[in-house]
């Protein structure tokens, strides 16, 4: 393999971020020691209390906020400011309303160079780009249709489009599904499903659904209450391509069950006279829990 080959896309390097200097003096972060290494072209989702830190995880992973201590690298890169080789979607669609759900989903590479000074020349052959992209998610035919022409569920898939429009690297998105009924948030799982295999970006998923983080991700991580830290790392055997099928297995329902007793263990006061035994490399695995990876707090 090459250094290429075996470097991870995604490294952080015992990040702590404060979100000024008078919590930093204070040493009160918002997230402490995060160390994560992901690999190229791998699916990981973040799931864990409210206020925890995953949303400020996520700016650090666009860079958004740098860290008051520690080091980020993406795609063998420091990242010292905003990425242009990632996209983000969030729960709110936050799609322009005067725009049509062509030029919403055109919309970035009217601003992200190099496209930006490329638009005007290359804009027939963008446009083509957003219809190809729309009509992989089901909104063929919507191209001119404006944001309140359209379902809650399509304005979802056209926000996707838009964060892919100019083939990033990697995706971030920030409960993108959490507003919608159960079942257009299934239909959506599978199509993001299909949209990850068909292309192997990165996707870095913070989701509160562990349903969702389980169907989707190669590897989910828990965080800790605030400040955030990683505390479990638990790698999904499930082969892929996953169906929605599968969610009804007992193999499934057993992982969903398991990451849900880390969440309920998080969110618990901490028992007088308990404490976690360590062995040796500073990890270890609770009975039963074969590929979690439970971190020393």
Known sequence: MTP???RPFVDFDQVWLAYNEELLAKENFAVEDINLKVQQGEFIAIVGPSGCGKSTFMKLATGLKMPSRGRITIDG???TGPLKISGMAFQAPSLLPW????DN???PLEIVEPY???????RKEFEERARKLLESVGLGGMEKKFPWELSGGMQQRASICRALIHEPKMLLLDEPFGALDAFTREELWCTLRDL???QRFNVILVTHDLRESVFLADTVYCMSKSPGRFVVRREIPIPRTRDLEVTYTNEFTDIVHELRGHIGALRAPPRAGLTAVTPPGGQHQRPGEAGSTVFPQ
């Not at 930006?116 to 290359?122: A, E, G, M, T, V």
């Open 196 to 198: 990850w295999e068909a």
């Open 105 to 107: 989903v055109l919309l």
């Open 116 to 122: 930006r000074q490329q638009f005007k020349d290359r």
């Open 99 to 102: 725009r049509t759900t062509l």
């Open 4 to 6: 290429t080959e075996t």
């Open 77 to 79: 890169q420091p990242v």
